[in-house]
T-cell receptor, first 114, second 113 residues
Framework: NAGVTQTPKFQVLKTGQSMTLQCAQD?????MYWYRQDPGMGLRLIYY???????DKGEVPNGYNVSRLNKREFSLRLESAAPSQTSVYFC?????????????FGSGTQLSVL | EDQVTQSPEALRLQEGESSSLNCSYT??????LFWYRQDPGKGPEFLFT???AGEEKEKERLKATLTKKESFLHITAPKPEDSATYLC??????????????FGQGTTLQVKP
């Protein structure tokens, strides 16, 4: 039972390079999310997708783009990486059955931009 | 501005020494308060959801309670394996999307044997 799978686990980029973080879930959830986690800042929402074919901005979307490729996959792209994007990135999907609501998180991608 | 504040930032306990973690929030129309546990190098893992003042939920040595402006996570007779960062989160005002969360900065708990 894989849950939410993120790749890669670690990545080092130079300023200006681009990359895509991949996320896939096997729980048939409609909603998926991208968060970043920085020391002293807590988790902050970058983008989310309420359902296949829709995406919306979160609290800190600047410098990022997303694609909801299908129900399983939700990718995050950095077009021109900046040192301020050094962070740990978490993908999550939401299970919502009545009042039983919760997020399932992946294990994260640690990104360093030099 | 919607905010979630957790205290203390760090807590060191001896095994068996009970204590409480605090989470205060400023959203007015609460649509759920969530507690997650995060181990080093891993993603957060769901613990509890509380929806209304007076509600309580328990899981092993953990009990979460909710008032109109704050939540407490009580840890009774903790063990070293309870060492982790505990995160509190709420949806922002007006949002029914309970995956779109405002997180506190977390409380890092260390339990020494």
């Amino acid at each position: 039972n894989a849950g939410v799978t993120q790749t890669p686990k670690f990545q080092v980029l130079k300023t200006g390079q681009s990359m895509t973080l991949q996320c896939a879930q096997d729980m048939n959830h409609n909603s998926m999310y991208w968060y970043r986690q920085d020391p002293g800042m807590g988790l902050r929402l970058i983008y989310y997708s309420a359902s296949e074919g829709t995406t919306d901005k979160g609290e800190v979307p600047n410098g990022y783009n997303v694609s909801r490729l299908n129900k399983r996959e939700f990718s995050l792209r950095l077009e021109s990486a900046a040192p301020s994007q050094t962070s740990v990135y978490f993908c999550a999907s939401r299970r919502r059955t009545g009042t039983n609501e919760k997020l399932f998180f992946g294990s994260g991608t640690q990104l360093s931009v030099l | 501005e919607d905010q979630v504040t957790q205290s203390p930032e760090a807590l060191r306990l001896q095994e068996g020494e009970s204590s409480s973690l605090n989470c205060s929030y400023t959203v007015s129309g609460l649509r759920g308060l969530f507690w997650y546990r995060q181990d080093p190098g891993k993603g957060p893992e769901f613990l509890f959801t509380l929806y209304s003042a007076g509600e309580e939920k328990e899981k092993e040595r953990l009990k979460a309670t909710l008032t109109k402006k704050e939540s407490f996570l009580h840890i009774t007779a903790p063990k070293p394996e309870d060492s982790a960062t505990y995160l509190c989160a709420v949806p922002p005002d007006g949002s029914g999307n309970t995956g779109k969360l405002i997180f506190g900065q977390g409380t890092t708990l260390q339990v020494k044997p």
